[in-house]
């Protein structure tokens, strides 16, 4: 049974996935990954959250980096926000978005392009360590 859950809005994020996959692997975390877009497949993504077991959503998503506030919309589980880096901005055009969610819809959020971070914080929102 995964205890977390990777989705990335866009398969060209799968490089900070893996970062975030194999800290979760050096905790004996069991995870899954998806690649789900917010924008292109909303039907899709209510139909995963509201079906999937894991206790901790990894969202990685870059400029309007919407993933992240939607999944933590339709769940009350909590959500690690991961901003993406990009050519304009550097990535700072999603790490607002994630941050800026309104009242009662919380995202943590970790550095730009950090999966790592956000594997780390999702095994201590777990309570597991090493």
Same mark, same amino acid.
């Given at each position: 049974?995964?205890?977390?859950?990777?989705?990335c809005?866009?398969?060209?994020?799968?490089?900070?996935?893996? !970062?975030?996959?194999?800290? %979760?692997?050096?905790?004996?975390?069991?995870?899954?990954?998806? $690649?789900i877009?917010?924008?292109?497949?909303?039907?899709?993504?209510?139909?995963?959250?509201?079906?999937?077991?894991?206790?901790?959503?990894?969202c990685?998503?870059? %400029?309007?980096?919407?993933?992240?506030?939607?999944?933590?919309? !339709?769940?009350k !589980?909590?959500?690690?926000?991961?901003?993406?880096?990009?050519? %304009?901005?550097?990535?700072?055009?999603?790490?607002?978005?994630?941050?800026?969610?309104?009242?009662?819809?919380?995202?943590?959020?970790?550095?730009?392009?950090?999966?790592?971070?956000?594997?780390? %914080?999702?095994?201590?929102?777990?309570?597991?360590? $090493?």
């Open positions: 049974m995964p205890h977390v859950s990777i989705i809005g866009s398969s060209s994020d799968e490089e900070i996935a893996k !970062k975030a996959w194999e800290v %979760l692997k050096s905790y004996q975390i069991g995870y899954d990954y998806q $690649v877009s917010a924008h292109r497949d909303p039907d899709r993504l209510d139909e995963y959250i509201s079906k999937s077991s894991a206790e901790v959503f990894i990685i998503a870059g %400029l309007a980096a919407a993933l992240p506030g939607v999944v933590a919309s !339709k769940t !589980k909590p959500v690690i926000g991961v901003p993406v880096s990009g050519k %304009l901005m550097g990535g700072l055009d999603a790490l607002l978005s994630i941050v800026q969610m309104p009242k009662g819809v919380p995202v943590a959020c970790v550095g730009v392009d950090n999966g790592e971070n956000a594997a780390h %914080l999702a095994a201590r929102i777990l309570g597991i360590s $090493v």
